[in-house]
């Protein structure tokens, strides 16, 4: 399975923002899309936010208007701009990959092991 590492949460205050950020290593040829789900304390692991490909972009309701998605695919990897944070976004985020097409030499799609995001009321 292909490594996926993510960066960028941190604490902040309701109404601040934090970018999150992923890369999957893995050669430039690989295809993935890439999505971000998030765990908080307690719940089960949900949807936030996907990119495939072609730049087509889908949002978890409870996000949408304030989060923004972006890829480098010639890099594989993908950001989360989060804006006018609320508490409700406290929790754990993971990016997941998922290949697109089998080509030789291109891992399998995997989790990433999560970034915490705080956010304080």
């Known amino acids: 399975q292909v490594q996926v590492v993510e960066s960028g949460g941190g604490s902040v205050q309701a109404g601040g923002s934090l970018r999150l950020s992923c890369a999957a290593s893995?050669?430039?040829?690989?295809?993935?899309?890439m999505s971000w789900y998030r765990q908080a304390p307690g719940k089960e692991r949900e949807f936030v936010s996907r990119?495939?490909?072609?730049?087509?972009?889908s949002y978890a309701d409870s996000v949408k208007g304030r989060f923004t998605i972006s890829q480098d695919n010639a890099k594989n990897t993908v950001a989360l701009q989060m804006n006018s944070l609320k508490a409700e976004d406290t929790a754990m985020y993971y990016c997941?990959?998922?290949?697109?097409?089998?080509?030789?030499?291109?891992?399998?799609?995997?989790w990433g092991q999560g970034t915490q995001v705080t956010v304080s009321s």
């Open positions: 997941k990959t998922d290949l697109l097409a089998v080509i030789a030499g291109c891992a399998a799609g995997n």
């Open positions: 893995a050669p430039r040829y690989c295809r993935y899309v």
């Open positions: 990119i495939d490909r072609d730049g087509t972009t």
